[in-house]
């Protein structure tokens, strides 16, 4: 039996005319769906789709998310200095898309709850964390933004939203 495996790719050697080889093998990698929220210096709220979530710490609680650079909630997140994590169930695609689109009224889709803190949670989510923002990390194109979890919730009987190699499951 044959094992012909592509050659491997080594971006700092020969530079990429695009990053399509580097984003399908991220791509590879099945995750959740996030809608990471925050809100502007007058008080609108600000959000974006994500699937860079992780759990980072039990004690203390903290997660992270990796906003790109240019995301334009990024200003508002780190002057809040919070931020919420919805995660999405299976029967949320539309407000992913939402949240991933040009739309300006995004929260215009879906029913969406204020924390204590004034960050707006979307209902029907299989969790809701809200953050403070405890770290803002440079990492290349991105940030790696850390927060400590203030509040949260979850649902055991939902099935959560997921994404893999560019489509939903
Ligand atoms: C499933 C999915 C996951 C995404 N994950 C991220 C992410 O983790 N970080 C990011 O910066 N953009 C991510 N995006 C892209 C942003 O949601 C999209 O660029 C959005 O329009 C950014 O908000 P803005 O237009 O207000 O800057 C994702 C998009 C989709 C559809």
Same mark, same amino acid.
């Given at each position: 039996m044959s094992d012909k495996r592509p050659a491997l790719i080594q971006p700092h050697v020969h530079p990429l005319p695009d990053h399509r080889p580097l984003r399908d093998a991220f791509g590879c990698f099945a995750t959740g769906v996030t809608i990471v929220t925050s809100f502007d210096r007058d008080g609108n709220p600000v959000g974006f789709t994500a699937n860079s979530f992780t759990s980072v710490s039990l004690d203390p609680p903290m997660l992270l998310v990796c906003p790109g650079r240019?995301? &334009?909630?990024l200003p508002a997140i780190r002057h809040s200095g919070l931020f919420g994590v919805s995660v999405l169930s299976a029967g949320q695609r539309g407000v992913a898309d939402c949240f991933a689109s &040009? #739309? =300006?009224? #995004?929260?215009? =889709?879906g029913e969406w709850v204020e924390s204590e803190s004034g960050l707006l949670l979307l209902e029907g989510a299989c969790a809701n964390f809200a953050c403070t923002l405890v770290q803002d990390v440079d990492a290349g194109d991105h940030q790696v933004l850390i927060g400590r979890i203030d509040s949260f919730r979850s649902a055991e009987n939902r099935h959560p939203l997921m994404f893999v190699r560019g489509g939903y499951l």
């Amino acid at each position: 039996m044959s094992d012909k495996r592509p050659a491997l790719i080594q971006p700092h050697v020969h530079p990429l005319p695009d990053h399509r080889p580097l984003r399908d093998a991220f791509g590879c990698f099945a995750t959740g769906v996030t809608i990471v929220t925050s809100f502007d210096r007058d008080g609108n709220p600000v959000g974006f789709t994500a699937n860079s979530f992780t759990s980072v710490s039990l004690d203390p609680p903290m997660l992270l998310v990796c906003p790109g650079r240019n995301i &334009r909630s990024l200003p508002a997140i780190r002057h809040s200095g919070l931020f919420g994590v919805s995660v999405l169930s299976a029967g949320q695609r539309g407000v992913a898309d939402c949240f991933a689109s &040009r #739309r =300006e009224d #995004r929260f215009g =889709e879906g029913e969406w709850v204020e924390s204590e803190s004034g960050l707006l949670l979307l209902e029907g989510a299989c969790a809701n964390f809200a953050c403070t923002l405890v770290q803002d990390v440079d990492a290349g194109d991105h940030q790696v933004l850390i927060g400590r979890i203030d509040s949260f919730r979850s649902a055991e009987n939902r099935h959560p939203l997921m994404f893999v190699r560019g489509g939903y499951l």
